[in-house]
């Protein structure tokens, strides 16, 4: 089976910098990725990190430590629209065709504040 | 941009009736997928589809089954509603890869009474 774990919630300042941690244990793996979803929103990409190391999007980086089974996603300058759910996923076992099912984590729900 | 589109945002329905969820997308993507989302559980994926009329279980198929007759449309069926299958349910689409990101839809809010 797959798990991930990741904080429930993290609560930062606006402008500064947050990291958001994720743990994984799966059977396969094929990339980390990460999902912000405002409330009532739907989940929208971020980014995914297929080899070790940190990718840069703007504001938002991942990292990606494979033999740690460790990821994080940093956000620098906060802003307040930054505050959301943001979810790790690792593509799995569940695969078919070319599909690879998505597993999320439990989410962490980050507050900005003023 | 892609649009994934869920038929109905809010959705009400009985114990023991027989629940459609439709999804289209636009893009052409080969890949659909049904997930439901809790409280403090995440997202869960139920069922997801590579190809039309091709199907896979996901984490939690129980009391679930899908349709992929064409390949822009993938419907999720609840055969007999249960009042644990009260939940928001989303789906998404994307193309082959495995950094290919999903797209969600909106999510239908599905409350069985």
């Known amino acids: ?114 | 941009d892609v649009k994934v589109t869920q038929s109905s945002r809010y959705l009400v329905k009985r114990t023991g009736e027989k629940v459609f969820l439709e999804c289209v997308q636009d893009m052409d993507h080969e890949n659909m997928f049904w997930y439901r989302q809790d409280p403090g559980l995440g997202l869960r994926l139920i069922y997801f589809s590579y190809d039309v009329k091709m199907k896979e279980k996901g984490d939690i198929p129980e009391g679930y089954s899908v349709s992929r007759e064409k390949k822009e449309r993938f419907s999720l069926i609840l055969e007999s509603a249960s009042t644990n299958q009260t939940s928001m349910y989303l789906c998404a689409s994307n193309t082959r890869g495995r950094g290919s990101p999903l797209h969600f839809g909106n999510g239908t809010r599905l409350t069985v009474t």
């Open chain 1, 1 to 114: 089976g797959q798990s991930l774990e990741q904080p429930s919630e993290v609560t930062a300042v606006e402008g500064a910098i947050v990291q958001i941690n994720c743990t994984y244990q799966t059977s396969g793996f094929y990339g980390l990725s990460w999902y912000q979803q405002h409330d009532g929103g739907a989940p929208t990409f971020l980014s995914y990190n297929g080899l070790d190391g940190l990718e840069e999007t703007g504001r938002f980086s991942s990292f990606l430590s494979r033999s740690d089974s460790y990821g994080y996603l940093l956000l620098q300058e906060l802003q307040m629209k930054d505050s959301a759910s943001y979810f790790c996923a690792v593509r799995d076992g569940h695969s078919g065709g070319g599909a690879d099912g998505l597993t999320f984590g439990k989410g962490t729900h980050l507050i900005i504040q003023p």
